[in-house]
């Protein structure tokens, strides 16, 4: 019998638990005067190489931008050896895991305050996602819940650098080492941080970013795998383009994948890979700004940014306490909202998605659900005004009751 994909729904007895955590409404943004929670920033130089792309006819994945784009990427960004570029940051976090060998009967630990791609590649690979719950101050994966996850079955671990923080790296290294299992970053939410000094990108076996247009580094849509290991980069690049045999053009000795950025594309991300200096800057200070101006409001929590780490506030994020704020999240967010202001809420964790929520009844996630309950980014775009931030900051000032 012929039958289409049904979507995953959730018991009512389930929903009942779930529904306090979640947000309440989308309000409506007042069009006068409105600020985006983010916009891309393009430049002239970023037209130029998409024009000099298009007079060259080369439109695919074979044009000449994607290696000088890979290369650029490589030395500015990750600073690591290889960069391939492919179509997406889920195609990005896909290709590494098949490359690792992920496959049916393998355990991936991952976060469940992540979003919801980092999971969903780990389900196309057949493989079980291992959740664990965030850290209350850096909202990252608890690193210490990482090691009680580790069976007979753990191939990897999947750090992912939560709105531009990188995870405590050390402590998975270590764990990995010992036990065998390979470490793959989802490093999109933060282009250009840094962690001791060393680059995110570089940080484990292999690293996926992506080039979403609302991401730090952006080429529309797209995403980029780094690594310093030359036998990973090679493969992936052969994966990506359905892995033609090169010396028997349509013999193939893998299951490849149609993933490859076009050179369209790849000509965006070389003027902003040339510009990352600029765009890491502008976020942070931004991020400085905002942190500066809100940090005494009784109720609001401002990223923390630990010794040794840069936070590149890819989004810039504030928990809001509804007792000490006088006001919760959501009446927050509509206030916001009535001055021309959009925001979005956090992400609703793993464990509460309809396509995992079975999976996971029986665990608890208590941070990565408060998270979900008070958790806000402002307009967090590179191209905001100190005016923009000012009035933000503003609004958030006269809106708290104490
Ligand atoms: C944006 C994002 C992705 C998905 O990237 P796409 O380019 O939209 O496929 C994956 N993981 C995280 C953490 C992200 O923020």
């Not at 889920?90 to 991936?108: K, M, Y």
């Not at 730090?216 to 992936?236: M, P, Q, R």
């Not at 919760?328 to 995992?356: C, M, S, W």
């Amino acid at each position: 019998m012929k039958k289409m994909l049904a979507p995953y729904r959730i018991s009512p007895q389930g929903m009942r638990r779930i529904r306090p955590f979640l947000p309440k409404f989308e309000p409506v943004i007042m069009r006068k005067a409105a600020i985006p929670v983010c916009a891309p920033d393009l430049t002239s130089r970023e037209a130029k190489y998409v024009e000099e792309a298009m007079k060259s006819t080369w439109i695919s994945g074979t044009g000449p931008f994607v290696e000088r784009f890979e290369n650029e990427y490589a030395k500015r960004v990750s600073k690591t050896r290889y960069a391939v570029a492919v179509n997406s940051g889920t195609s990005a976090i896909h290709l590494s895991l098949i490359a690792c060998n992920i496959g049916p009967g393998d355990e991936v630990i991952l976060p469940t305050f992540t979003m919801i791609a980092t999971v969903n590649a780990v389900r196309y690979c057949g493989a079980t996602p291992v959740l664990v719950d965030a850290d209350p101050v850096t909202w990252n994966m608890d690193v210490a819940a990482v090691a009680r996850k580790i069976t007979k079955k753990t191939r990897a671990i999947m750090p992912v650098h939560i709105y531009g923080l990188p995870v405590d790296m050390d402590p998975i290294n270590k764990l990995a080492k010992k036990h065998g299992l390979w470490v793959i970053e989802d490093a999109s939410e933060a282009h250009g941080a840094t962690y001791k000094g060393r680059s995110v990108g570089a940080l484990g076996d292999i690293a996926a970013f992506s080039l979403f247009a609302n991401k730090i580094v952006a080429t529309g849509e797209g995403g980029i795998i780094t690594t310093n290991s030359k036998k990973l980069a090679d493969l992936v690049k052969l994966l990506r383009g359905h892995a033609f045999t090169p010396s028997h053009h349509f013999w193939h000795q893998y299951v490849g994948y149609s993933y490859e950025m076009t050179n369209l594309a790849a000509a965006v991300g070389l003027g902003q890979a040339e510009r990352v200096a600029e765009l890491v800057k502008k976020r942070r200070h931004n991020g400085a700004m905002y942190s500066k101006l809100l940090r005494d409001i009784p109720g609001i929590t401002v990223p923390v940014e630990p010794k040794g780490y840069t936070n590149v506030h890819w989004m810039y994020c504030i928990l809001v306490d509804k007792k000490k704020y006088g006001m919760d999240r959501d009446a927050l967010r509509a206030t916001l909202a009535k001055n021309g202001i959009e925001t979005r809420t956090f992400f609703v964790p793993i464990h509460f998605q309809p396509p995992y929520y079975e999976q996971y009844r029986q665990e608890l996630f208590p941070v990565a659900e408060a998270l979900c309950r008070d958790g806000l980014y402002l307009p967090s775009a590179s191209t905001l005004t100190k005016k923009e931030i000012t009035t933000v900051c503003s609004v958030l000032h006269s809106a708290v009751r104490l």
